[in-house]
């Protein structure tokens, strides 16, 4: 049984926005900080966006002002919304607790923008 599950990429143009799913199992999603991370080819996997039990937020620099990362615990879901996507957001988008926690990783879900 996977323990995160994320949907909603898909082939944009540039400029266009995408509102990414990540479903967690209650005993990850609990009390922990929740992030998104995403993988280049041949990259190891970055944090973009994290927040916390509390609902404070911080992202990285490349995708401030354009990612707003937000959690519904009793959905035990977290949510990326991506606006005025770039070529470069191109990517496997993944969940997962924050720190990560390497046993957990699922499939991603792409995310590709083109020009």
Known sequence: QAQLVESGGGLVQFGGSLRLSCAASRSIFRFFH???YRQ???KQRV????????????????????????????KNTVYLQMNDLKPE???????????????????????????
């Open 40 to 42: 280049f080819p041949g």
């Open 89 to 115: 957001d191109t990517a496997v988008y993944y969940c997962n607790r924050y720190p990560a926690d390497s046993n957990i990783w699922g499939q991603g879900t792409q995310v590709t923008v083109s020009s």
């Open 47 to 74: 944090l973009v966006a994290r927040v916390s039990s509390g609902g404070s937020t911080n992202y990285a620099d490349s995708v401030k002002d354009r990612f707003s990362i937000s959690r519904d615990d009793a």
């Open 34 to 36: 929740m992030g998104w």
